[in-house]
């Protein structure tokens, strides 16, 4: 018998917790012996956990972690370019790379993700708009296969493999290897100009206005304010600060300081989260947040304020919480309005949301974004939440929107299908490189992404 732990798993919303064999392979060789034994109906692969819903959670079957297998292999100085293996850490390629002036091309807002979990949801960041997603920036991936073989993978070179594990939520490999184009900064600062929208119009104006002058944007919205105030906004368009906009005295520029690390070290009893507590912590966001430009901020703070607080996801109580995300096309901003309305009106609250303006579709095959705008909120699951759920699924769906895997828990296999026209793509090309779902996760199976389509609970 493989060494494995039988364990409670759950992705990052903490909900569903499920029994999961979990194996931490040391070596290329004990995980090529894993995927080709049959000691396991299926396997996953499973980054840091970051995914909040059922993605890197399997049920009945085994659960492989990658985040051994973590060398950096190489690093081009001139260029930019590394090749390291995909159970390295974002943070960890920040903080080897930032102090030489590279940083990552696109992040989503935690540095706590493997390169192979951020290939595998091909996420996006505040500068979606105008660099895509991160695929954009991996030039190729070495994929271990269902029979032990490696497939190399890049646009040129099995080009449907490629486009089908970016973004293909673990299901057509376990990454090993990839090379990753960084981006030059020239400090670990950025230049932030905000403003506060006092509703929804101006803040969709304020985004489409303010994009093609600014690398990043995000706006955080107060989901509680309605009628006249809904959608009401705090917006931060940022730059990386070049070395002139650093006060004189600095003398370096990739020095930032550490600022003291957080803790939630109890879980939230669910009385704390009640509508009151919501409303005041985003008034003070929205109060603590006025109008101002050309202010320095390190990355840390602009990029992941959350990270500073260990096990934040413990806020949401024992139940746990689900980030919904959505994606509209640009002329369906009714159904932002919609939705904020809906959520406003029922008594579920959410403690951030975040809105933002997304650039043209990437090639991966169930690559979340397309042009438009996305809403995105932290849920608790709550007595009276499924049916809320599937309410604002229809409406996302009825609008022409869709669900993002890396957050999704709940949706149901036929809603997620109308919103992927690329999924029998994807399901062929599973078949081919996995023809008898080795591969295989809880969301894969509610959600009917594997290569027989069938949803399975
Ligand atoms: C605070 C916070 C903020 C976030 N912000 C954003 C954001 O702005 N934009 C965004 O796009 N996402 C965002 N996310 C989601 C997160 O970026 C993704 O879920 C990411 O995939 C998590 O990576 P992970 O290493 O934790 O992988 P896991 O969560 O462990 O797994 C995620 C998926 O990747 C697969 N996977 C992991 N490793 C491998 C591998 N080696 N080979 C094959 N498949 C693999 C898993 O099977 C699973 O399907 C955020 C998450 C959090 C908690």
């Given at each position: 018998m493989i060494p494995h732990a039988t364990q409670q798993l759950s992705g990052w919303g903490r909900t569903p917790v499920t029994e999961c064999d979990v194996y931490r392979p040391e070596s290329l060789q004990a995980l090529e012996a894993l995927v080709t034994s049959?000691?396991?109906p299926n396997i996953i692969a499973r980054g840091l956990?970051?995914?909040?819903?059922?993605?890197?959670v399997n049920d009945g079957g085994g659960v492989v972690l990658?985040?051994?297998?973590?060398?950096?292999?190489?690093?081009d100085a001139d260029a930019g370019v590394v090749t390291c293996e995909?159970?390295?850490?974002l943070d960890e390629l920040v903080n080897a790379f930032l102090p030489k002036g590279w940083f990552l091309p696109v992040t989503p807002g935690?540095?706590?993700?493997?390169v192979g979990g951020a290939i595998a949801n091909d996420v996006h960041g505040k500068n979606h708009h105008r660099d895509g997603v991160f695929s954009n920036f991996v030039a190729w991936l070495d994929l271990l296969l269902a029979d032990g073989s490696v497939l190399h993978c890049s646009r040129d070179e099995n080009a449907d493999a490629f486009w089908a594990t970016v973004g293909g939520a673990g299901l057509?490999?376990?990454?090993l290897t990839a090379q990753i184009q960084l981006l030059q900064v020239e400090s670990a600062y950025m230049k932030i100009d905000s403003r506060r929208c006092k509703d929804l119009d101006e803040v969709l104006a304020a985004l489409s206005e303010s994009d093609g002058r600014y690398r990043y944007s995000v706006s955080w919205v107060d989901v509680l304010a309605s009628g006249?105030?809904?959608?009401r906004s705090f917006l931060a368009n940022g730059d990386h600060a070049s070395r002139?906009?650093?006060?004189?005295?600095?003398?370096?520029?990739f020095a930032t300081r550490d600022k003291r690390k957080l803790a939630v070290p109890i879980e939230f009893p669910s009385?704390?989260?009640n509508s009151l507590s919501i409303k005041i912590f985003n008034e003070a966001i929205y109060r603590t947040?006025?109008?101002?430009?050309?202010q320095i901020e390190s990355y840390d703070s602009y990029?992941?304020?959350?990270?500073?607080?260990?096990?934040?996801?413990?806020?949401?109580?024992?139940?746990g919480f689900t980030q919904y995300q959505a994606v509209f096309p640009p002329d369906q901003t009714e159904g932002i309005r919609e939705m904020l309305e809906k959520l406003s009106a029922a008594s579920l609250g959410s403690y951030l949301s975040v809105l933002k303006r997304m650039g043209p579709q990437g090639?991966?095959?169930?690559s979340f974004p397309f042009e438009g705008y996305t809403l995105t909120l932290d849920l608790p699951f709550r007595k009276g939440a499924e049916p809320l759920f599937e309410e604002l699924d229809r409406l996302v769906l009825n609008r022409g929107g869709r669900l993002y895997l890396a957050k999704?828990?709940?949706?149901k296999a036929d809603v997620f299908q109308a919103m992927y026209p690329r999924l029998d793509e994807f399901r062929a090309v599973k078949a081919k490189l996995d023809p008898h779902n080795r591969f295989s996760s809880r969301q894969a199976r509610r959600l009917g992404?594997?290569?027989?389509g069938k949803a399975a609970n």
């Amino acid at each position: 018998m493989i060494p494995h732990a039988t364990q409670q798993l759950s992705g990052w919303g903490r909900t569903p917790v499920t029994e999961c064999d979990v194996y931490r392979p040391e070596s290329l060789q004990a995980l090529e012996a894993l995927v080709t034994s049959d000691e396991q109906p299926n396997i996953i692969a499973r980054g840091l956990g970051r995914s909040y819903g059922d993605a890197s959670v399997n049920d009945g079957g085994g659960v492989v972690l990658a985040t051994r297998l973590n060398r950096m292999l190489s690093f081009d100085a001139d260029a930019g370019v590394v090749t390291c293996e995909a159970g390295v850490g974002l943070d960890e390629l920040v903080n080897a790379f930032l102090p030489k002036g590279w940083f990552l091309p696109v992040t989503p807002g935690t540095k706590f993700v493997t390169v192979g979990g951020a290939i595998a949801n091909d996420v996006h960041g505040k500068n979606h708009h105008r660099d895509g997603v991160f695929s954009n920036f991996v030039a190729w991936l070495d994929l271990l296969l269902a029979d032990g073989s490696v497939l190399h993978c890049s646009r040129d070179e099995n080009a449907d493999a490629f486009w089908a594990t970016v973004g293909g939520a673990g299901l057509t490999g376990i990454i090993l290897t990839a090379q990753i184009q960084l981006l030059q900064v020239e400090s670990a600062y950025m230049k932030i100009d905000s403003r506060r929208c006092k509703d929804l119009d101006e803040v969709l104006a304020a985004l489409s206005e303010s994009d093609g002058r600014y690398r990043y944007s995000v706006s955080w919205v107060d989901v509680l304010a309605s009628g006249a105030h809904l959608g009401r906004s705090f917006l931060a368009n940022g730059d990386h600060a070049s070395r002139d906009d650093l006060p004189g005295n600095t003398t370096n520029p990739f020095a930032t300081r550490d600022k003291r690390k957080l803790a939630v070290p109890i879980e939230f009893p669910s009385w704390a989260l009640n509508s009151l507590s919501i409303k005041i912590f985003n008034e003070a966001i929205y109060r603590t947040h006025p109008t101002r430009n050309n202010q320095i901020e390190s990355y840390d703070s602009y990029f992941y304020p959350l990270d500073r607080i260990h096990n934040w996801n413990r806020v949401y109580g024992k139940r746990g919480f689900t980030q919904y995300q959505a994606v509209f096309p640009p002329d369906q901003t009714e159904g932002i309005r919609e939705m904020l309305e809906k959520l406003s009106a029922a008594s579920l609250g959410s403690y951030l949301s975040v809105l933002k303006r997304m650039g043209p579709q990437g090639e991966g095959m169930l690559s979340f974004p397309f042009e438009g705008y996305t809403l995105t909120l932290d849920l608790p699951f709550r007595k009276g939440a499924e049916p809320l759920f599937e309410e604002l699924d229809r409406l996302v769906l009825n609008r022409g929107g869709r669900l993002y895997l890396a957050k999704d828990v709940t949706t149901k296999a036929d809603v997620f299908q109308a919103m992927y026209p690329r999924l029998d793509e994807f399901r062929a090309v599973k078949a081919k490189l996995d023809p008898h779902n080795r591969f295989s996760s809880r969301q894969a199976r509610r959600l009917g992404l594997c290569s027989n389509g069938k949803a399975a609970n």
